[in-house]
């Protein structure tokens, strides 16, 4: 199989503070990851690709100050929303390529972030 | 730049009814096309991918289509069940890259 996980699954915070989201491929290395967010009765939006060792690249419009994005091994990515304020309230997704694997992407279940 | 449309955004349907989801893309130079679904609060499950080179992909209940110079896919549903209920969401991958251009999603709704 292809697992991938997240945590928290949700979180609420208050505005101002930082919130770091994990994504993590338990049963295969990932060289790409990707994150995505998805507001209310919207499409998921891609917002970076993560590549292992590398720094993230961010779709435009998408603030990289903000959103910072740590790829440190070949099963961990890493969100981190800093200074978190209600607007960024939303359902974030990451998905995960399989090293030397089809370019299949695996999603993770989701984190849901409230920011009051 | 692709962009993915499904229509309707809602769908309700009686328990056993076969029914079409459609999806629609702009750029036919597409490089699969997926279909996801999701359930509410939680992340996508993948369903069926279908590569440019193929025409259809089938798993159990559900067959997808895939024709680029029409820029349309469909996803197939016999015999649908009220577990089928869910937002279905279509997505274009893009040649030579690997990030995916996501559909709106049609919500459908199987009534017992």
């Known amino acids: 199989g292809a697992v991938v996980s997240q945590h928290p699954s949700r979180v609420i915070c208050k505005s101002g503070t930082s919130v770091k989201i994990e994504c993590r491929s338990l049963?295969?290395?990932?060289?790409?990851m990707f994150w995505y967010r998805q507001f209310p009765k919207k499409s998921l939006m891609l917002m970076a690709t993560s590549n292992e060792g590398s720094k993230a690249t961010y779709e435009q419009g998408v603030e990289k100050d903000k959103f910072l994005i740590n790829h440190a091994s070949l099963t961990l990515s890493t969100l981190t929303v800093t200074s978190a304020h209600p607007e960024d309230s939303s359902f974030y997704i990451c998905s995960a390529i399989r090293a030397g694997g089809p370019d299949t992407q695996y999603f993770g279940p989701g984190t849901r972030l409230t920011v009051l | 730049k692709q962009e993915v449309t499904q229509i309707p955004a809602a769908l309700s349907v009686p328990e056993g009814e076969n029914l079409v989801l459609n999806c629609s893309f702009t750029d036919s130079a597409i490089y699969n096309l997926q279909w996801f679904r999701q359930d509410p609060g939680k992340g996508l499950t993948s369903l069926l991918l279908?590569?440019?080179?193929?025409r259809e992909q089938t798993s159990g209940r559900l067959n997808a289509s895939l024709d680029k110079s029409s820029g349309r896919s469909t996803l197939y549903i016999a015999a649908s069940q009220p577990g089928d209920s869910a937002t279905y969401l279509c997505?274009?991958?893009?040649?030579?890259?690997?990030?995916?251009?996501f559909g709106t999603g049609t919500r459908l709704t199987v009534i017992p």
């Open positions: 279908i590569q440019s080179s193929q």
């Open positions: 049963d295969f290395q990932a060289t790409t």
């Open positions: 997505a274009g991958g893009e040649t030579g890259a690997n990030n995916l251009f």
